[in-house]
């Protein structure tokens, strides 16, 4: 199977433009009250971009282009786990594709709004299924990089992994 990687590539540079726009379009205001003009990287999170509306209540002029966004990215994840499959001949890699193919699945719901059902905001949820099954196949990709002695690899799915691990907590501490 031909490598899928010039794609991948291509999609990280999507998102990449995308989400440089979308931040610069964005009109301001944050999820703790905040009302400064702009996005800010230590008072928004991503997912406010892709909202109809900003947080201070004013359109959103770069909805669309963060949408756009986190479609790329997530056809980047897709051809990552995808390029990964034909590479996956121990059991922990398998089980790491499968969950991230899955992850980055469900992570397609994100752009489109926060559905409710019942009156119950879905965007949490959705985000935490998105978010656990591709944690635990970033855990498994790095438990067999580890194993099979690939170093620069297993650090960093590590730091990766912290990373993630950071962004986790802080994203559910703000859920409560």
């Not at 002029?61 to 949408?67: D, E």
């Not at 580890?146 to 986790?168: F, I, M, V």
């Amino acid at each position: 199977m031909p490598s899928l990687r010039p794609f991948g590539g291509l999609a990280v540079g999507s998102f990449a433009v995308c989400t440089a726009i979308a931040m610069h379009r964005y009109p301001g205001g944050d999820s703790f009250g905040g009302h400064d003009a702009g996005f800010s990287f230590a008072r928004n999170y991503f997912c406010d971009l892709t909202a109809a509306a900003a947080k201070n209540g004013d359109p959103n002029g770069g909805m669309r282009w963060a949408q756009v966004g986190v479609v790329s990215v997530v056809i980047a994840l897709i051809v990552f786990w995808l390029d990964r499959r034909s590479a996956a001949t121990r059991s922990l890699d398998r089980w790491a594709w499968r969950l991230g193919i899955f992850g980055a699945a469900v992570a397609m719901l994100l752009p489109w709004g926060r559905p409710t059902v019942g009156g119950v905001d879905l965007h949490g949820a959705i985000t935490l299924g998105a978010g656990a099954p591709s944690i635990a196949a970033a855990t498994l990709a790095t438990a067999s990089a580890a194993r099979a002695s690939r170093t620069r690899e297993a650090a960093l799915g590590a730091t990766a992994l912290l990373t993630s691990a950071l962004t986790a907590i802080v994203y559910l501490l703000f859920l409560v």
